[in-house]
């Protein structure tokens, strides 16, 4: 096989502090499709570029922040493969059983060096609303709000990221597409997949903290519609449309009503494992975060849930 | 490990008729970097977003066409265990001793049911004009001509890909993104990555036959760029710009000065191995191809080298 | 003043064959705003990016095609003066009274050489929808379909066409941006603002003939967005998404459900009086109509309403 | 006639610290051609969609700025006619013989309230590198650098803008397309074509000074196109890319290498005379000028030259 273990960035579960104008951020700007509301409250959704059942959970709570982020494995045996690797490793692995989220089989659950909780899945039901299979149009419906495909990736803060990268690396098959040196250390872009990065960790002391959720968008063009779209809700918008140094990616960073900083990402060059790992200098590190401003903003370091 | 195995579309060989022409189009026009010339007169180059050596191999001819496809894989244990699994299969597997081709190591090679020389290597040295590793730009140089970033993917035409795909899939572990029902059988997309596709496959009589190689732009607007390329120089387009219903793919299919049908392509989903196998009906299959124009223009079916 | 005489193209009336599937395709698909529908069932659109009453009529009729062609002038005075130079010139220049269209002024309407009728108004209500004045967003609305921004142009068939020049040239103010060699004789381009054409005619032997009227769009990556809503609806492309050689601009060619040919445009140059005017020769004419596939559609010359 | 009077910025005479790092940056990063030397040391540039002699004028100094912004009328008689205007209006016109800028005609020059140079002149040879005229390709050579297609428009800064105002309007037939509060007082964009703004002026207490002079591109990617050239050359970018809510136009400001803020500007709505006058109260002046951002960089209004 080509593409083996780890596949992709699965689900992510975000809390908010409003539901109703949580929904209306992710289902009517960036566009996503609403799925359905679980018994709890939680509230399921998912990109129209995506098969499963849901990829974004948002749970109701008093404070911003990411619950979990779960990776889709390959299938069972390699979930119980990886969890016994994990285990291995020395983490606690815990099980989620499947149905904790609708339509997801059983979670491996476990939390990394930085506090972050990770989980791995090989059974997931697909949605009722996919792409098409049969002589398939570009989009299933026209895109509204953002249009955005897919959940793509996440950047996470907390401390011990040396470890965590020598964890996913070792025990996930991850590769470190990229590292670039910040304040707080080496901060490093991982990848499992031709992306330029699945997960991304900065180090800082704080533990669990939670910095974006990215979302795909096909181009550049998509990305500064995304942009117009933000303006013309008064969505805050944090940085860009600009570029990555890191990933070269086209890029916004902006805000969901609960403080949850989001990003729209298109582009990003195609990344296999046996290329060099790219890496950033403290002096050029600004030029690395934003290829054009070529400065940090103040928000990048001390602004995160 | 999470991309293992096949990585991808590494080297392909191409005859042309005249060297001097075939330079100035590659490296000027599509804008290779022009790596060196061997002993044998063959020519290497490579795009300005690939590590390797180089991609794409001239070698003049009285014929035009494409001499072999090799596919770069993970490592060397990889490289043993893949060609013992091609014979296996019942496929004569040679060895190209390395050195053949400057800077690539061994290669497994061997003829599939098409009549295509398939071949695969681990080792490969890097060129001398990479992509840059620190504080890297955007690009190393200002791109020129139709600035293509990287060798993508093949079309390839000939007999028994029924047979084909299920060597690609069972021995390769390529999967099929998808299927069209083309006048004479069913064609296949293949991908060994997150790519809609690495390889690709008509059925007509005719072995080993070469329908195009493409390559790789970031977006739409570059393969519009490119257009303009081709426009200004009066090199001949065959369709395009338009975007592929197969892939999603935007593109421009051109011709080189001795006849082999060029691409350059950008955008197309992101794939994975659990997606379901995508299907275009006979009476979609104009769309499928050219998904604005919705026909198949003549000399898709009939004009290959 | 600056901007003085003939503005722009105001009101273009079309003939549909059924005013219901009219009604979507110029509301729903192009992104048109539906304004309202008059007393003797003509309906009235505009672009969301244009603040007169409206710009596009439909008039349900047993056959396609064009029925007038209005210009804005930029006042009374300039309208009265227009109408006697028209006289003058030897034209029959009739009143159509103030409301015969809901929001119009008077306007004047006679007949040129070409067959065509042509009409010069002065006063426009402005529409209720406008862009927005004070801290205006980059749309009123999130568009919708193609969102089209505004009525742009439309090609003319019709014999005459070196009379219809002069009489453009000499009476109205426009220029000649550019001339192409067709087989009927010399087609123009005509202009009477900064746009590389605001009317063109093609010489045939048919008088009052209609080849399309076109919309606006801001980028190459809305017609393509365009192109991609035609797709998804099954509307017949003629040709494109591609470029004119002739403007520089880019298109797509498609019809309406009565088959009246519609274009989307982008781009073009800024053009100037003093500008030399660009040609075409009889054998560069393929490229200059669509400058990637350098060659005329069979479509281009004989089909039109 | 439709287009008359007042036709263009035809010419900006900038003051450069040092020729040849000037050169580089105007030649070989913006992609102007350069023209000649005059016998003065000056240099001349145009931008390749353009068909005058030049555009940009450098002249070394010890202090950065522009010496004089000049437009292109309609013709000889409407230069006398505008020249007497002037003079009636108040204004001290002078006389700049034909040649004293190789390739142009008689210049009338006058001071306008703000402190500036205004010029008019109605004859300049055509450059010898024009756009082609027959069967004209998109563009004349393969694009260089960020490949401005032409002089655009400047923002100047000064006080009594109200009566630069005035003078624009009621003497140069100029409209006004946008206004803004800034806190020097009201701020104006003015039009001499369909073009969102062709000059604008934002008030200071300091006279004759000099914010940016804009270059123009086809589109939005050619304008983050040219971000990447900026960050690729550490050319020190002001704001963007991003989008200006005043004219929507898509923007970079960037500064050369004596400090001379440069813009590359793409997009901005069609403007017509009878266009309301669109306006930015003060609260939402940050939106106006940078749309996504939706707040004033601090060099806005303090960095000028």
Not at 1 to 19: E, K, N, Y
Not at 83 to 101: C, I, L, N, T, W
Request: charge should be negative; charged fraction near 25%.
């Amino acid at each position: 096989m080509a593409l083996t273990g780890v596949l992709r960035p699965g689900i992510i579960q975000l809390r908010v502090l409003d539901m109703d104008d949580a929904i209306v951020h992710y289902r009517d700007r960036l566009g996503l499709q609403e799925v359905m509301t679980g018994d709890d409250g939680r509230v399921y959704l998912k990109g129209w570029d995506e098969f499963d059942h849901h990829s974004v959970v948002l749970r109701e709570a008093d404070e911003a922040g990411m619950d979990l982020f779960a990776f889709k494995v390959a299938d069972t045996e390699t979930l119980d493969q990886l969890a016994a690797d994990v285990a291995a490793y020395g983490f606690e692995v815990s099980d989620v059983p499947a149905g904790e989220q609708p339509g997801v089989g059983l979670r491996k659950s476990f939390e990394i060096q930085s506090g972050h909780t990770i989980q791995l899945y090989a059974e997931v039901e697909q949605a009722e609303k996919t792409p098409t299979i049969v002589n398939p149009d570009v989009w299933p419906e026209e895109p509204r709000g953002m249009g955005v495909n897919r959940f793509d990736h996440a950047l996470l803060y907390g401390p011990d990221i040396d470890q965590v990268t020598d964890f996913f690396c070792s025990v996930l098959g991850f590769s470190v597409a990229e590292t670039a040196e910040t304040p707080g250390g080496i901060a490093v872009w991982l990848t499992c997949s031709n992306k330029a990065h699945d997960i991304a960790f900065v180090p800082i002391p704080d533990p669990n903290s939670f910095h974006h959720v990215a979302f795909f968008l096909e181009e550049q063009n998509h990305v500064t519609h995304a942009g117009d779209v933000m303006a013309f809700y008064d969505i805050p918008i944090d940085v860009g449309p600009t570029r990555h140094g890191i990933t070269r990616g086209r890029t916004i960073y902006f805000f969901d009503p609960s403080g949850n900083r989001n990003e729209v990402f298109a582009g990003g060059y195609t990344y296999y494992p046996d290329n060099p790992t790219r890496s950033w200098t403290a002096d050029q590190i600004g030029k690395g975060i934003f290829y054009y401003e070529r400065e940090l903003n103040e928000a990048f370091l001390s602004v995160y849930t």
